[in-house]
C-alpha cells in the first residue's frame, strides 16, 4: 500500500456570521486556539500592517480544527468575517464554498438579533452551495443582567427555519464546542445523503461512482468511497 493514511474523513468550509460586535471573532479564538481575549479589534481593519490587512481582504483567515463527528473525522475549515456594513462585499467572497454557518447575534443587542434574517437571507442568496446548513447561536450568554433577547425567542427564530440553537459565551467557555459540533452533525448529515444518492445514482446507472470535481470542499476521501 502506498501513501499516508488520510487525516480526516470529510473536509468542510464554516463561516461564522452576524453583525459586528457580536462575538464572532471571540467564539472564533475561543474554538479553535481555546483561548478569550477581550478586547479584540473588529475584523479588518485589526491591524494597521499593510500585509495583515491585504491578506484579511482576501479572506487568507481561517483557523483548522478536527474533531470526531459520529465516528467520522471532520476536519473543520472555520472562517471568521466581519459583520461591518463597509466591509460586506469582502466577506461575501467568504460565502464560496462554505457548507455550514454560525449564524450569530448577541443576547445583549437586539438589533443584532433583529437582523438575522437579514444575514440568512445574505447567504443564502450569496452562497453557492445549495444545502448550506445554519445553526443559531445567542452570543455573550455570560451577560445575564443586559439581556434583552430571552432564551424563547432565540429558539423561536431557529424552530422557524428549521435550524439549531445555541446560546453561548466565548468568556465563559460555555456551549461553544456544541454549536459547532451541531453543525457538523449536520454537515456530516448532508454529506452521508449525497454520499448514498450517488451511490444510488451510480447503480442506476451502472458507472462508477465518482465525487463532484466542484464538491464544496468535501475531502476527496469522504463517505468509503475509496
Ligand atoms: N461578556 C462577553 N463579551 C464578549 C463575549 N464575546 C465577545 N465579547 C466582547 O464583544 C466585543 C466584540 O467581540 P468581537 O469578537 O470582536 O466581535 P465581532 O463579531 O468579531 O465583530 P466584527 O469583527 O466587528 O464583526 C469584544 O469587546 C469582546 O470582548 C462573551 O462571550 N462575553
Ligand atoms: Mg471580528
Excluded at 431557529?158 to 468568556?171: L, P, R, V, W
Amino acid at each position: 500500500m502506498t501513501g499516508t493514511a488520510p487525516e480526516y474523513d470529510f473536509l468542510t468550509k464554516i463561516i461564522i456570521i452576524g453583525e459586528s460586535g457580536v462575538g464572532k471573532t471571540c467564539i472564533w479564538y475561543r474554538y479553535c486556539d481555546t483561548c478569550f481575549c477581550p478586547d479584540y479589534k473588529s475584523t479588518i481593519g485589526k491591524s494597521n500592517d499593510f500585509c495583515s490587512f491585504f491578506l484579511n481582504c482576501l479572506g487568507i483567515e481561517f483557523k483548522s480544527k478536527t474533531i470526531n463527528v459520529e465516528g467520522k473525522r471532520a476536519k473543520l475549515q472555520i472562517w471568521d468575517t466581519c459583520g461591518q456594513e463597509r466591509f460586506r462585499a469582502i466577506s461575501r467572497a467568504h460565502y464560496r464554498n462554505a457548507m455550514g454557518v454560525l449564524l450569530c447575534y448577541a443576547i445583549d443587542n437586539r438589533e443584532s438579533f433583529e437582523k438575522i434574517e437579514y444575514w440568512l437571507e445574505e447567504v443564502k442568496k450569496n452562497a453557492n452551495e445549495k444545502d448550506i446548513c445554519f445553526v443559531l447561536v445567542g452570543t455573550k450568554s455570560d451577560l445575564i443582567n443586559n439581556r434583552v433577547v430571552s432564551h424563547e425567542e432565540g429558539r423561536k427564530l431557529a424552530e422557524t427555519h428549521g435550524i439549531k440553537f445555541f446560546e453561548t459565551s466565548a468568556k465563559e467557555n460555555s456551549n461553544i464546542d456544541e454549536a459547532f459540533l451541531g453543525l457538523a452533525k449536520d454537515i456530516s448529515g448532508v454529506l452521508n445523503k449525497r454520499g448514498n444518492d450517488e451511490k444510488i445514482d451510480a447503480v442506476a446507472t451502472g458507472t462508477q461512482l465518482q465525487h463532484r470535481k466542484n464538491s464544496p470542499l468535501i475531502s476527496l476521501n469522504c463517505f468509503n468511497c475509496s
